[in-house]
């Protein structure tokens, strides 16, 4: 099992950057697949990024896809979220999730990963 916290959330002006963070407690954490997603109001949670249990793999959105970068310290039991060029449109809670899942999977909507975080909100103002 895994138990998930996000930080690193906050308001900032279109155009700049926030970092979220992911830390997770639990052994396993470093053989699970991690990914973010997000859920904007009155919308669906959808799919932003994903990253394999050993970082060789990642995907993306097409939203995010150059501007968003997914990566994880194992030693530290964290993934991270670099966001840069932020635009209002990203405005959403931002979730962490992490399970036995293929990053493939995820990617296309087939499975979601099994543990969640309570997510953490990214407010971009114009």
């Known amino acids: 099992q895994a138990q998930l916290v996000e930080s690193g959330g906050g308001l900032v002006q279109a155009g700049g950057s926030l970092r979220l963070s992911c830390a997770a407690s639990g052994r396993a954490f470093s053989m699970y697949t991690v990914a973010w997603f997000r859920q904007a109001p009155g919308k669906e949670r959808e799919f932003v990024a994903v990253i394999t249990s050993d970082a060789w793999t990642t995907y993306y959105a097409d939203s995010v896809k150059g501007r968003f970068t997914i990566s994880r310290n194992n030693a530290k039991n964290t993934v991270y979220l670099q966001m840069n060029s932020l635009k209002p449109e990203d405005t959403a809670v931002y979730y962490c999730?992490?399970?036995?899942?293929?990053?493939?999977?995820?990617?296309?909507?087939?499975?979601?990963?099994?543990?969640w975080g309570q997510g953490t909100q990214v407010t971009v103002s114009s």
């Open positions: 999730a992490a399970g036995a899942v293929s990053a493939n999977s995820v990617r296309v909507g087939d499975r979601r990963p099994d543990y």
